[in-house]
């Protein structure tokens, strides 16, 4: 698969892309995958395996199976000497013969050079063997390991380190890893030594997807429009650590945004639906100004209920209990108007 790399806000991110048939033949890609989860899943993978516990179990697995290579070159160097004194004592043979003797003679020197060719076999045999197996860690290359498992967590969070610093690390450590992306994402990792891991992952978002408002956000703010504006709920969401599908904190025009989009009930349409009248019904009401109205709801004369953070307000109608002019009379000598709005079993905590 080849390798390529996106810009993105987070900086850059890799893409495998399976192309080989779309080079050779013009026929469209095989498949892509997005591989920074790929890259992530790998990397912890890598820091998990390789850490000084593992190492150390490894060195000492590393020592009894070097034990038993020094047993095997025991039993080789035996072989090796044997197969000497097998063409020495055919020389021997050979140079008691009577040289008249061709007969025998002949016999003898073709047993010698056979003997020789078999005692060669047998030592070149012994020696690359003794070249491959023999590899005794030192303690300086034992330190140098364990001390590997330390930097290495260190080295691989670097963000001064170059992606393709990564995958010369990943190289010394994997052999090779097959990527098959359907419903989702299989990982079959093969280390160098022969050991094999598979991993399966979540298909990534598509980039629609990923600002998407999670679904039970879109419910919390259905609920809290009923008691609050898009201000208000922004304060809130914050601070009860929901987090938008953009961004980083909600705002009030972000709040606005989803209402729009989720088809949510706007709070003007719900404070109407509990009988709330306009500044104007309101003012027509009570035969006042429309200002007369602001003062007596400012005082507590009239309930009132914010459905903008401007703030614009509905009212509660106040019926045969509601306030009168009384010129010369104080306001908080007037009866106060209830603070909830209710219309059958529903009730509404107006919050300004």
């Known amino acids: 698969m080849t390798l390529r790399y996106h810009a993105r806000r ?30 992530r899943v790998v990397g912890d993978m890598l820091l998990e395996l390789i850490n000084p516990a593992t190492l150390d179990i490894a ?43 061709r007969l025998v003679a002949d016999s003898l020197e073709a047993d010698w050079n056979e003997k020789l060719r078999a005692f060669g ?21 034992r ?57 399966t992952l979540p298909n ?10 999670d679904a039970e956000v879109v419910t919390r703010i259905d609920r809290l429009l009923d008691t609050m504006t898009f ?22 025009r972000y709040i606005a945004r989803i209402q729009r989009q989720y088809s949510l009930r706007p709070r003007f349409d719900r404070l109407r639906a509990l009988g709330m009248l306009t500044l104007e019904e309101m003012a027509t009401a009570l035969s006042v100004n429309p200002k007369t109205v602001k003062i007596w709801a400012a005082h507590g004369l009239l309930t009132s209920c914010a459905y903008t953070d401007k703030p614009e307000y509905l009212y509660k109608p106040s019926g045969s209990d ?12 007037r009866c106060p108007a209830a603070s909830v709005v209710a219309e059958g079993s529903k009730e509404v905590q107006c919050e300004a």
């Open 10 to 39: 987070a900086g850059l991110c890799p893409e495998y892309v399976c192309q080989r048939k779309g080079i050779e033949n013009a026929e469209p890609l095989c498949q892509r995958i997005p591989g920074a989860d790929v890259d």
């Open 59 to 101: 060195l000492t697995v590393q020592q009894q199976l070097q034990a038993r290579l020094d047993e095997s070159d025991r039993l080789r160097k035996q072989h090796v000497e044997h197969a000497r004194y097998e063409a020495e004592l055919a020389q021997r043979r050979y140079m008691r013969v009577d040289p008249e003797n």
């Open 121 to 141: 076999a047998a030592l070149k045999e012994y020696e690359q063997r003794r070249e491959q197996d023999r590899k005794i860690l030192a303690d300086e290359q």
């Open 143 to 199: 330190s140098a390991i364990l001390a590997l498992a330390e930097d290495l967590p260190r080295l691989w969070k670097d963000p001064e380190i170059e992606h393709h610093d990564r995958k010369r690390m990943i190289r010394l450590l994997i052999e090779d890893v097959t990527m098959i992306r359907g419903d989702q994402i299989s990982l079959h990792l093969r280390f160098r030594g022969g050991a094999c891991k598979s991993v």
């Open 204 to 213: 990534p978002l598509r980039a629609w997807e990923i600002g998407v408002t």
């Open 231 to 252: 201000g208000a709920i922004a304060a809130t969401l914050n601070s009860e650590g929901y987090k938008p599908g953009r961004g980083k904190r909600f705002t009030a």
């Open 322 to 333: 509601g306030p009168r002019r009384a010129q010369g009379r104080k306001l908080s000598m």
